[in-house]
């Protein structure tokens, strides 16, 4: 066994003799193995990253999962009432991993102006509203304080400020119809912009507006324990689809529940298929970095084929040869993940502070820049894995090594 090791350790070095052929395809192999890495990390990185920012701007408009009454269902505006009287609110007690629960409504309208007019869905919230995870999305102004008396503060998108050209602290009527009669003279409103938010997300941009609940209460001449439906915010998003049949175990028979990966399943079928992509870059890039290592590796047979032919002269089983060669393997694919975990890492740290890469067109992705999102585990993992799969490919060919005659081997020129 230190026959073994300090032979591999003189392959390694190149002191046995002078490297010729070998040198440069040995450079191509590591290099096949770091940039096999990178597109990995990156690929790994990006798409994690766009898949996570667009749960998350979903999220801030819907929360996880929506609480509503029966005759609601088909409805994007709040119709029927639910009593915020429920054994779940303000908090889950029977039910572990959600984070927040909020009451909120919402109500067609029309902002109308001078010149111009937009439609609009007014977002009822109150002080139970979870404003951490929308705060991010906030670029002028402050969100709307709905904690103390009933006031008209609203918070509007970028994209409808400037299609109706209002900026912080200008008004703005709103008209909104009765749900009872439509006929009827409509309820009119007088909002003041205290903030302007831009979540990339068009759908929502372009439509929502938030507003206090009471004023929703008040037109659709509801209590004031009377809301649209609850929102619920869960720890763990992998966990919807559990904790959406757990939330409707345990509501009353007249409520309904609903996530938002079936209400926007559209949008979550097409991040889906990201992890799809992302399996088959990670595979193609294997194989690249595992076919230039199992060259490298032939070629190295090939120069030591004297000393292989020596080494089984003087006792040394098949095995113990072949293991020499794997351990020169191993040190070289270490050095090419070195260098690719380096330059990816490095690459994605950057594009996480600076945002420098961009998507051409934004709006199809409902993100301005590309994000990353990467862990300890899944660079760990990948780099074991890679590892492991690389020397796993390099078996076959060491192979090769059992058919060497020792004899032949020594006269080889």
């Given amino acids: 066994m230190n026959l073994e090791y300090f032979i591999a350790k003189r392959l390694i070095k190149g002191k046995e003799h002078k490297i010729s052929i070998s040198a440069p395809i040995i450079k191509i192999a590591i290099a096949a193995i770091a ?7 990156i690929a790994i990185a990006t798409g994690v990253g766009l898949k996570h920012k667009v749960r998350e701007k979903i999220t801030a408009f819907n929360g996880h999962i929506q609480i509503y009454n029966y005759d609601n269902n088909a409805s994007v505006v709040s119709v029927i009432p639910v009593s915020k009287e429920q054994e779940f609110y303000p908090e889950f007690k029977n039910i572990s991993g959600i984070s927040h629960v909020q009451a909120v409504a919402t109500k067609g309208g029309i902002i109308r102006l001078e010149d111009t007019f937009e439609g609009i869905i007014a977002k009822g919230i109150g002080s139970d509203f ?18 103390g008396e009933l006031n008209n503060s609203a918070l509007i998108s970028k994209i409808m400020a400037n299609r109706l050209q209002l900026k912080i602290g200008d008004s703005f009527p709103a008209i909104f119809l009765k749900d009872d009669d439509p006929s009827n003279i409509p309820n009119q409103r007088r909002f003041k912009v205290v903030g302007i938010y831009d979540s990339g997300f068009e759908e929502f941009d372009g439509t929502y ?13 509801w209590e004031a324990n009377e809301i649209g439906n609850f929102e619920v915010f869960l720890d763990d998003f992998d966990a919807i689809e559990e904790k959406s049949n757990e939330i409707y175990g345990q509501t009353l028979s007249n409520l309904d529940t609903q996530n938002i990966t079936n209400k926007y399943y559209k949008i979550f079928e097409w991040i889906g298929l990201f992890d799809f992509n992302i399996a088959i870059i990670i595979g193609i890039m294997v194989l690249v970095g595992g076919i230039n290592m199992i060259t490298a590796l032939l070629v190295l047979i090939l120069e030591r084929t004297q000393m292989i032919g020596i ?13 020499i060669f794997l351990y020169n393997a191993t040190y070289l694919i ?25 998507f051409p067109n934004p709006e199809e992705y409902y993100i301005e820049y590309i994000p990353v999102h990467i862990d300890f585990f899944s660079v760990l993992f990948l780099n074991i894995g890679v590892l492991l799969l690389c020397l796993l490919m390099l078996l076959l060919p060491s192979y090769i090594i059992t058919k060497i005659s020792p004899v032949k081997a020594i006269k080889y020129e």
């Fill in 311 to 323: 080494l089984k002269a003087l006792g040394s089983s098949n095995w113990s040869v072949r293991k």
């Fill in 334 to 358: 270490a050095i090419g993940l070195f260098w690719g975990n380096v330059i990816a890492l490095g690459f994605l740290w950057a594009q996480e502070k600076y945002r420098f890469l961009k």
């Fill in 130 to 147: 979870n404003k951490k995870i929308f705060e991010e999305y906030v670029v002028e102004g402050v969100m709307p304080n709905f904690n």
């Fill in 209 to 221: 507006i938030f507003i206090d609940i009471r004023h929703i209460q008040r037109m659709n001449k």
């Fill in 35 to 41: 940039l096999g890495l990178i597109m990995m990390l």
